[in-house]
């Protein structure tokens, strides 16, 4: 079935280091979420990408999507302790009667040393 | 803002006890959702539903069972609470099948 892969799973850096995390589809998804999980937290929803190549920022965080729309990355410019958690992101996959729902990605553990 | 909220942040049962866990939304949204959390394993699918009183199984819907009888309440059953159970519940709600879907605290259940 249809598979939403991230990398890496862990990463630890510096603070001020930049970070990136690899979002990977099976399928071409009609748009691509990030979710942000701080530690002890719940996931909590940072942007949706649309458009083939689409490109977003948010302050120190871009968000591209690709081409073809079968993958997506998050870049943290220097990164600060504020970024740990893990980052989510999240595409539509068929679902029965129900039409589609979202499938998400196993993250990727953001850690930060200052 | 979008509030969902769970009944519990913990709790702990025996093996075999009949477990519910209650998940409340007040954005009015038509879909609902329950995954576990597993470390390395991400957010597993349980189940969600898309209407009042309609159901659609998740990835990994064996030993659960849901009921939704008004559109801002989704509730989790365990019929009978195993060990491999234990694990970090969230519910999620969201206005459109594929868009933002707005997560509660969780339930970390423990099964003894």
């Known amino acids: 079935g249809q598979q939403v892969m991230q990398i890496p799973q862990y990463q630890h850096v510096q603070e001020g280091e930049d970070f990136t995390t690899y979002c990977n589809s099976s399928?071409?998804?009609?748009?691509i979420q990030w979710y942000k999980q701080r530690p002890g937290g719940h996931p909590v929803f940072l942007i949706q990408l649309v458009k083939s190549g689409e490109v977003k920022k948010q302050k120190r965080l871009t968000f591209q999507f690709g081409e073809a729309k079968k993958n997506s990355s998050l870049h943290i410019t220097a990164t600060q302790t504020t970024d740990v958690g893990t980052y989510f992101c999240a595409g539509p996959q068929g679902r029965g009667q129900a039409g589609t729902a979202l499938i998400f990605g196993k993250g990727t553990t953001l850690s930060v040393s200052s | 803002d979008v509030k969902v909220t769970q009944s519990s942040r913990y709790l702990v049962k025996r093996t075999g006890e009949k477990v519910f866990l209650e998940c409340v939304q007040d954005m009015d949204h038509e879909n609902m959702f329950w995954y576990r959390q597993d470390p390395g394993l991400g957010l597993r699918l349980i189940y969600f539903?898309?209407?009042?009183?309609?159901?659609e199984k998740g990835d990994i819907p064996e030993g659960y069972s849901v009921s939704r009888e008004k559109k801002e309440r989704f509730s989790l059953i365990l019929e009978s609470a195993s060990t491999n159970q234990t694990s970090m519940y969230l519910c999620?709600?969201?206005?459109?099948?594929?868009?933002?879907?707005?997560f509660g605290p969780g339930t970390r259940l423990t099964v003894l």
């Open positions: 539903s898309y209407d009042v009183k309609m159901k």
């Open positions: 399928t071409t998804l009609s748009n």
């Open positions: 999620a709600s969201s206005r459109l099948l594929r868009g933002t879907q707005y």
